[in-house]
């Protein structure tokens, strides 16, 4: 299954194999750079490595997490490839979790004013999310992802077989992701998910080629989200400041269960201040509780959050933006809200642990 972004490049929704590497092969590089980080070397590169043939390969290996998702990393990846001969008609394979993509693509958009690369993506959340839209980037100034560009990759390889090896927490993480863009955009997935028991029986490849499609069409009206692609942001608001807050506590949140408490917190606010029904908030609650658990965030807390989402770089003014459901498959953007609505919201939150 392949789909197509705007015809600028493909996103192949199979195992990744001979047909594949077939293709990369007819485009004759001069040669591939693999950008990977330990952990995706030691379980998703036994995957690939038969196909990599006789091309003239550089291997870079970084460790793994998003704290190295920074310019000390990006200029040891620099530094191997202009160690090892990669020139301008080379290609970047970008095997890993959002952390590769993001840092392998902006390596790559920027090494030598840019060379081609493709992402393939191992993470549930790589996969309907950070590999497609052309966000490349690398955390600075302790901002995320505040140095990067935009940038299409050649090709989007997603194979649900990486997830094989993908610990439990970080296949619900990104499942959070999903839910968010049935609930931005298509009621019916939604109506479909919010039944499921166990995600763990779920037929990922489907759920996956749905949800990357709503993406893609998403990013296709607005690529540099100047609109209506701010409504990817649902759950994020809120969302990022608690993952930020909770970042260097021991009991830290992946980003998708932070996320979930931000769609709580958002639907909860979609409800008091715009058109979301109460019978909605409830479904999205109880489900969201269902999959994630609930933590309770310090009320200490809940300044240093308001503060966090005042400088989230998505509000060009003073007023913190939002983007609201108005139903299950329908978002509008650029709402706001006040301080004392979004403290409601959290304590609303609170409420139900
Ligand atoms: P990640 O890349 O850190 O991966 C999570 C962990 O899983 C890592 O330790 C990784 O080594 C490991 N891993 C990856 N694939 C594996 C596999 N198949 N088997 C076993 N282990 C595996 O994190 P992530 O959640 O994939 O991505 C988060 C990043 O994505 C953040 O930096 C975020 O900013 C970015 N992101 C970008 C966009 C975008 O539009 N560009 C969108 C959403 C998120
Ligand atoms: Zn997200």
Redesign the pocket.
């Known amino acids: 299954m392949e789909l197509s972004v705007g015809g600028e490049y493909g996103i192949v929704i199979d195992a990744v194999g001979a047909e594949q590497f077939a293709w990369l092969r007819e485009r004759a590089y001069a040669g591939w750079v693999l950008i990977m980080?330990?952990?995706?070397e030691?379980?998703?590169l036994p995957r690939i490595e038969r196909y990599l043939g006789s091309t003239p390969l550089v291997k870079i290996v970084v460790p793994?997490?998003?704290r190295h998702?920074h310019l000390d990393t990006c200029k040891f990846i620099w530094e191997e490839m202009f160690r090892g001969g990669v020139g301008r008609r080379w290609c970047c394979l970008n095997l890993?979790?959002?952390?590769?993509?993001?840092?392998g693509?902006f390596a790559a958009g920027t090494f030598k004013r840019g060379i081609d690369f493709v992402q393939i993506?191992?993470?549930?959340?790589?996969q309907v999310?950070?590999?497609?839209?052309?966000?490349?980037?690398i955390?600075f100034y302790e901002v995320?992802?505040s140095i990067g560009l935009f940038a299409n990759p050649q090709a989007v390889w997603v194979d649900a077989g990486?997830?094989?090896?993908?610990?439990e927490r970080?296949i619900r993480?990104?499942y959070a992701?999903i839910i968010k863009h049935a609930l931005i955009a298509d009621e019916q997935q939604w109506s479909e998910l919010r039944d499921i028991k166990d995600i763990r029986g779920l037929d990922w490849p489907a759920v996956i080629e749905r949800s990357v499609d709503i993406k893609r069409q998403v990013v296709l009206k607005d690529p540099f989200e100047r609109g209506i692609r701010k409504a990817l942001n649902f759950g994020h608001t809120i969302g990022h400041a608690v993952e930020s807050y909770f970042l260097h506590r021991e009991d830290r949140l992946?980003?998708?269960e932070a996320i979930a408490i931000g769609m709580i917190t958002e639907s909860w606010l979609s409800h008091e201040t715009g058109d979301l029904s109460a019978a909605a908030l409830d479904d999205i609650r109880d489900y969201c509780l269902r999959v994630y658990g609930h933590q309770h965030v310090p009320e200490a807390s809940f300044p240093v959050l308001l503060d966090l989402m005042r400088q989230d770089k998505k509000n060009d003014t003073e007023a913190i933006n939002f983007t609201f459901l108005e139903k299950p498959g329908e978002a509008v953007v650029n709402k706001t809200a006040t301080a004392d609505m979004i403290t409601r919201s959290l304590a609303y939150y609170n409420s139900l642990g």
């Open positions: 980080d330990e952990e995706t030691r379980y998703c793994a997490g998003e998702k890993g979790g959002g952390v590769i993509g993001d840092m693509g993506p191992t993470t549930l959340l790589s999310d950070a590999s497609v839209g052309g966000k490349l980037g955390d995320k992802n990486f997830l094989g090896t993908l610990p970080e993480s990104g992701e992946l980003h998708g």
